[in-house]
């Protein structure tokens, strides 16, 4: 028999393999919108950097599952997967959520990947799946903190521009 990089995945596998490199794509697909939203005349976000690097992040991910599928002799063929129905990202806090939400549906598909390796005793495919589950956590450490920040600077903000009633400024009620 061959060595491990040579042993054909399990159907289930292959097919969800293939599903997660589709969906990556997807994801750097949303960046790129998400990031082209914000045009040279508005303030960038702080989080826009993320944005952008992600975009060729996730198509890198996409690019080494597919090699993993050819690695092991497995057939490719992506699923089409529908676009986010959004075409305008809103506030700082809507792109942030929208871009959590994708992040932990990454998430769950690598972890639902990793139940059904784990089910078919695929330890190659473990093993090539946890350095993607590591990144998956950071980036969606970084997002909900990103979020936390934002609704902080937007309630700070929405405090400043809400104007006292005349008489409260200086602690004494005008009568």
Known sequence: MGSQAQKLLSEACRVAVNYLASYELNVSDAYLTMSYYY??????????????????VKKEHAKQ?????????SKICLPVIKRPDIDNWGTG???????????????????????????????????????????????????????????????????EVTPEKPGEASGCLLT
């Open 93 to 159: 806090i809507q792109a942030i959520e929208s871009a959590l939400q994708l992040e932990n549906t990454l998430n769950k598909l690598l972890q639902d990947l990793m139940n059904l390796a784990s089910q078919n005793s695929e330890t190659d495919l473990l093993n090539f799946l946890k350095k993607f589950l590591a990144k998956q956590k950071r980036n969606i450490n970084y997002l909900e903190y990103q979020r936390s920040y934002q609704k902080e600077l937007d309630r700070l903000t929405e405090k």
């Open 65 to 73: 599952f597919i090699t993993y599928l050819r690695e092991h002799r």
């Open 39 to 56: 045009d040279e005349e508005t303030e960038a976000p702080l989080y826009l950097p993320f944005f952008e690097d992600q975009i060729e």
